[in-house]
């Protein structure tokens, strides 16, 4: 469907032979309304498990997540306050697995970020917080980059910095201001300059945000 669609999705697709076809295994997804991608991705994680094929091998089934994203649909792709969709790039909704697009799909995503890379619950909260249908500027800033989302020591800097456990939701302020000191996008350039001189793989959270410059000392702090 096209951008300014006011179309039913064909659902009917799901089960028409001439376009889908079973997968070993047994699951069954429900349709279920979720509040946040994270709430999506914790299903898919308890849902999936149960498939014979392991994580690692599911994100590159294009056909799984594609069907997925049509099962979804009205999620990832609701109606505007106009009665019309705005779906955004293809790969949104059909995946192409890899770097630079593979992180985008909205649903294959967040199972990455929870599953595939491990981050599950905690670690997943600020890259997965928004519904269905956005992807969070932390999600692609820190997804798009292999060398961040695969690091457990910059995942939990990046939560110590700019998520707020007390009320549970991202913290205002780091994504409103691309040159803000202490920004987002200045975490990623200070990463990346400090990534020439330090081993950051072998650092944790805490040992990652002693050594970012005094601009950070807000989000250190609040």
Known sequence: MGEGST??????LLTDPEFSRPMRGSVQLEDTQFVSRL??????DQTLEELPERP????N???????MSLFYFDQVCPFNDKGKRKPGRDYRHIPEPGYPHGHRHLVMGAYLVYTVYGWGEELSKLPLHTA????????????TRQSFITNRGIMEALHI???NDLEN????????NKNAPGSLYRFVNVIQQLD???DLYSMSGPEIVSLLPGEFNHWKAS
């Open 7 to 12: 179309a039913k999705p064909p659902l009917h």
């Open 39 to 44: 709430e999506l991705a914790r299903y898919l």
């Open 56 to 59: 690692d091998k599911l994100m």
């Open 61 to 67: 089934d294009i056909h799984l997540w594609s069907w």
């Open 132 to 143: 269905l249908s956005v992807e969070s500027h932390f999600h692609h800033e820190i997804a």
């Open 161 to 163: 910095l700019y998520y």
């Open 169 to 176: 939701k991202p913290k205002r302020g780091p994504i409103m």
């Open 196 to 198: 020439v001189t330090y």
